[in-house]
């Protein structure tokens, strides 16, 4: 699936299944939500804390697939084609970061 056919696919769940969108400001506190479920996960299964039993319904590809998601939909909301938006940030990333990290010291 490409970025443009998960945009095109959302949309058209949440016009049919979810009747329609959430506002922005609740969709963007809805993706802060997700992504703290998100960091949740991380911190248990990649950092010092221990899984409680209430975590262990969590998956790691669903709390990341539930902020991809909840981002489709707000760039859907506000118009943003993600495929353009992601091919500019590889091309700025590419001109600003050319050298950066080659010559990081702490990356050797």
Same mark, same amino acid.
């Given at each position: 699936?490409?970025?443009? !056919? /998960? ?44 899984? %409680? ?5 969590? %998956?790691?590809?669903?709390?990341? /697939? ?24 590889? !091309? ?9 990290? %080659? ?6």
């Amino acid at each position: 699936m490409t970025i443009q !056919e /998960a945009q095109d696919q959302v949309d058209h769940w949440i016009k049919t299944v979810g009747v329609r969108y959430f506002s922005e400001l609740t969709n963007m506190t809805i993706l802060t939500e997700e992504v703290g479920e998100l960091a949740r996960i991380m911190a248990r299964t990649y950092g010092d804390q221990s899984f %409680k039993k209430s975590d262990q319904q969590y %998956k790691l590809a669903d709390e990341m /697939a539930d902020v991809l998601w909840v981002l489709i939909c707000l760039a859907n909301q506000t118009g943003v084609n993600l495929t353009e938006a992601l091919e500019n940030n590889f !091309e700025k990333k590419n001109i600003r970061d050319s050298n950066r990290h %080659k010559e990081n010291p702490k990356l050797q």
